[in-house]
Nanobody
């Protein structure tokens, strides 16, 4: 069974940090492009960051560049999102996504709330 399970969300003050994790199971994790997306209340889901299968090449949304870092550990079937200098506008449900060809799998999401 293909599954992605996110964790690490929570409540943090502006300027704080969080690290999200996404544990994959049921597929060959190292062969998949892994991404993070987020969806704020009343808004559409938007791209945050992507990391390819090998070599670690990454892409980021302009809104998070310089503050967020995506990484992966293929031995642990896990992709991470380190989020620093968090802002209230980063508040959203964060989703992990795995893609290989036409195969797309989403996680259930983890809530991140940035508020004082």
């Amino acid at each position: 069974q293909v599954q992605l399970v996110e964790s690490g969300g929570g409540l943090v003050q502006p300027g704080g940090s969080l690290r999200l994790s996404c544990l994959a199971s049921g597929f060959s994790f190292s062969n998949y492009v892994m991404s993070w997306y987020r969806q704020a209340p009343g808004k559409e889901r938007e791209f945050v960051a992507r990391i390819i299968t090998a070599g670690g090449s990454t892409n980021y949304a302009d809104s998070v560049t310089g503050r967020f870092t995506i990484s992966r550990d293929n031995a642990k079937n896990t992709v991470y999102l380190q989020m620093n200098s968090l802002k209230p506008e980063d508040t959203a449900v964060y989703y992990c996504r795995a893609v290989r060809g036409l195969s797309v799998t989403w996680g259930q999401g983890t809530q991140v709330t940035v508020s004082s």
